[in-house]
């Protein structure tokens, strides 16, 4: 879905924005969570897996695990069992217990609140501490790119890029730094609305008609 008229990458980010915002006026995170702790297990849980399938496991899993300790005390097999629906539970169960102790030994028994600090986590990247930090302490220092903000980005015309981080600064350059939080959840409600990754016709998509108007 590329546009035939003469717009700047700035100018079709512009569009793509307010489109959106009319669009989902009160686009948001889906995960459900407690406290930040919680968000950063949802989030470490949703690789590769679908939010509904992680609402679903946490619902039962934040009601045994209540505190941080908790997880520090927790049995790795009987935790792996909890988070099995997720998808990858070895490695998320190691990444999340290992979180735990990091946690409370490092950093006081609070989740950090620098992306520094947050990419010293086991299992957590750019885009992990881009939803931590933009939900729990309302720092916004990138874009968390997900598998929808890379699909769409890239047909939308705003990158030419496949590796998230470039993405990731290639859509800084273009969208306003206030918009920059709001900009991954409006491209994935999108995304799950209109413009699935499943073949479709791109034409009867809103934003084509908006770029191409």
Not at 18 to 23: A, E, N, Q, V, W
Not at 151 to 169: A, C, F, V, Y
Request: net charge positive; hydrophobic share 40%; aromatic share 8%.
């Amino acid at each position: 879905m590329q546009s035939g008229n003469n717009r700047t990458k700035k100018q079709r980010a512009a569009i793509i924005l307010k489109t959106l915002k009319s669009l989902f006026p009160h686009a948001k995170i889906v995960l459900n969570y407690g406290n930040n702790w919680e968000l950063l297990v949802a989030v470490i849980l949703s690789a590769q897996c679908t939010d509904k399938m992680v609402n679903k496991v946490t619902a039962k899993l934040f009601k045994k695990y209540k505190t941080l300790n908790d997880y520090v005390r927790a049995d790795k097999a009987e935790f792996e069992k909890d988070i099995h629906s997720t998808g990858f539970y070895h490695n998320k169960a190691k990444h999340i217990l290992a979180s735990a102790k990091i946690i409370t030994n490092r950093f006081n028994g609070k989740v950090p609140a620098s992306m520094r600090e947050l990419l010293t986590l086991p299992g957590v990247a750019r885009k992990s501490a881009n939803v931590v930090l933009g939900n729990a302490y309302g720092v916004i220092v990138g874009i968390a790119v997900d598998t929808h903000v890379i699909r769409l980005s890239r047909l939308w015309g705003l990158t030419k890029q496949k590796d998230p981080n470039k993405i990731e600064k290639d859509l800084m350059k273009l969208l306003p730094r206030e918009e920059w939080f709001r900009f991954t959840y409006l491209t994935i409600a999108y995304g799950r609305k209109y413009c699935t990754a499943r073949k479709h016709n791109h034409d009867e998509c809103p934003l084509t008609q908006a770029l191409e108007g």
